[in-house]
C-alpha cells in the first residue's frame, strides 16, 4: 500500500508492505539517516523519532502507522529551542556519537517540551531508555541542564 505522511517538514509518499517497519523505510526508502539501526528490538533508543510529536521506537513501529502523520527525526527538529539544545550538547560534549546521539537529541528535546524545568533525576529517567555503550550519561544530562539553566522554552 501507499502511506503518505509529514516527514521533517516535507510531504512523503511511499509504498510499504503492511508488516513493513517505519524505522527501515525512513532508512530505506526515504534515505532519511538520522534514526540509527542498532539493537532492532526496541532496548537502545537509537532510533527514536518523533511521530505527531510523541517520541516513539521506529523499530518497533509498522511504518502504515504514520500514514496522514508527523514523523520528525533528529535531522528535521528545528526552531529556537532546537538550537539552544545543539549549542548546549556541543558546548558540553555531549555529541558523544552518531550512533546513540540522534535518539538521544530526539527524546532530550521531547523532555523539554513535556517538562520546562526537570530535574537531574527526572532527565535520567526520561532518557533511560536510550543507550550509551561506551561513554556514559554526564554530558548529556549536563546538556540538558544547560538548556534548563538558559530558560529552556520561551
Ligand atoms: S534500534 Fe530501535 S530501540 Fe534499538
Ligand atoms: S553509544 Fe554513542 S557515545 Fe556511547
Known amino acids: 500500500m501507499i502511506i503518505k505522511f ?4 516535507r510531504d512523503v509518499s511511499v509504498e510499504v508492505e503492511p ?9 530505506d526508502k526515504l534515505g532519511v539517516k538520522a534514526p540509527k539501526y542498532s539493537c532492532g528490538i526496541g532496548e537502545c533508543g537509537a532510533c527514536t523519532v518523533l511521530l505527531d510529536g510523541e517520541p516513539v521506537l521506529s523499530c518497533l513501529t509498522l511504518a502504515v502507522d504514520a500514514n496522514g502523520r508527523e514523523v520528525t527525526t533528529a535531522s528535521g527538529i528545528k526552531g529556537e529551542e532546537a538550537e539552544m539544545l545543539m549549542k548546549a550538547f ?8 552518531g550512533f546513540c546521539t540522534p535518539g538521544m537529541f530526539v527524546m532530550s528535546y521531547a523532555l523539554l517540551h513535556e517538562k520546562k524545568r526537570p530535574t537531574e533525576e527526572e532527565i535520567r529517567e526520561y532518557l533511560r531508555g536510550n543507550l550509551c555503550r561506551c561513554t556514559g550519561y554526564v554530558n548529556i544530562v549536563r546538556g540538558i541542564e544547560k538548556v534548563v539553566e538558559m530558560g529552556g522554552k520561551k
Open 90 to 97: 556541543a558546548e558540553e560534549g555531549a555529541v558523544q556519537c
Open 6 to 9: 509529514r516527514l521533517d517538514g
Open 19 to 27: 508488516n513493513e517497519l517505519l524505522l527501515n523505510v525512513l532508512r
